[in-house]
């Protein structure tokens, strides 16, 4: 498999994941979701793809996390569609870089009392990081320096980096090998530099080594809003279904919290590993877009990767 396909398949997985698990809001079951998604004319995402949108065009700009660059990004793609379902927090950075005259960086920081959010917005949107440095020794800082522009908490910026190390290590895997699911978590575990995620990362190693299923590993590592409190469960409904993208996304999207954003995280990582051929066809046509994404993740694999060699050496 090409890197082309990988690339593809988590830019476009990623989206779709966003997609159907905001259409799981209101279609909880299996079979009412899957029949919806196949009855649907277009599949649209939220403000989950939309800011990892413009992390690609910041980074095809940059070739490197601008944090100016990439916050003034941010802020007129909002502009452009705020209607996409975004959290209160970049609105509020927006407009204290506008009335204060302060970086976006110095405005993340001052949210919540001088914390920071810890929230999973920085790690929803982080795929384009993962796929530009999967190669890169500055994967982690990147993916830090992509999160400080609107979450600044040391968790916050530990989830998102975690997500990338998670796409970029997918990325490099060979699906057609086998691989230890256990080992991947432990060590996304070993890189964590919060206790937060990190017990999150080896609480996913214990459950897929404990065979437990999604209903269990929901409630113990958590669905909600906060990164500690989401990331590690997309991580798991991966690497639970690894082989198959449609188990994945349901896994993530069907079992309560922050759907979208649960689909979006599972499915940049899904869609890294399997590639694009992974993605039913009849879904992937649907997503609003398409074009666009599939172009910026192209332009993404041509800057970053010239030749387009599979990751792991084999042509």
């Known amino acids: 498999m090409e890197l082309k396909a990988k690339f593809l398949g988590s830019m476009v997985g ?52 601008d944090q100016d660059d990439l916050g003034r990004t941010f802020e007129r793609n909002y502009l452009r569609e705020p209607w996409r379902g975004y959290a209160s927090g970049p609105p509020t950075v927006f407009a204290m870089v506008n009335r204060l005259g302060i970086s976006y960086t110095e405005a993340a920081r001052r949210l919540f009392g001088g914390s920071g959010s810890l929230g999973n917005g920085a790690a929803m949107r982080v795929g384009p990081v993962g796929l530009f440095f999967h190669d890169s020794g500055e994967l982690y800082a990147q993916a830090c320096a992509s999160a400080e522009v609107t979450h600044a908490h040391p968790v916050g910026k530990d989830g998102a980096a975690v997500q990338a190390l ?67 469960f997309a991580i798991y409904s991966f690497l639970r279904h690894p082989h198959s993208f449609v188990e994945c996304l349901l896994c ?30 009849e879904w992937a046509r649907k997503l609003e877009n398409r074009s666009i994404i599939e172009d910026l993740g192209m332009r993404l694999l041509e800057i970053r990767c010239p030749g387009n060699r599979s990751p792991w050496g084999l042509g």
């Open 166 to 232: 998670a796409v970029g290590k997918a990325l490099r895997l060979d699906p057609t090998s086998g691989f230890s699911g256990v080992r991947f978590a432990m060590e996304l575990a070993s890189l964590a530099r919060t206790r937060e995620i990190k017990g999150k990362m080896e609480a996913v190693a214990r459950l897929l080594e404990g065979g437990i299923g999604p209903a269990e590993a929901a409630r113990t590592l958590g669905k909600g809003v906060a990164v500690d409190e989401s990331m590690p």
């Open 14 to 65: 990623s989206a779709l994941g966003d997609a159907i698990g905001e259409m799981a809001f209101h279609l909880r079951t299996r079979e009412a979701l899957v029949e919806a998604v196949d009855r649907a004319e277009v599949l649209s995402y939220t403000d989950d793809t939309a800011m990892a949108i413009g992390l690609a065009e910041s980074l095809l700009r940059m070739s490197r996390v």
């Open 252 to 281: 993530a999207v069907l079992n309560g919290g922050d759907r979208d954003t649960l689909g979006a995280m599972a499915c940049a990582i899904s869609g890294a590993y399997l590639g694009v051929e992974g993605i039913p066809l």
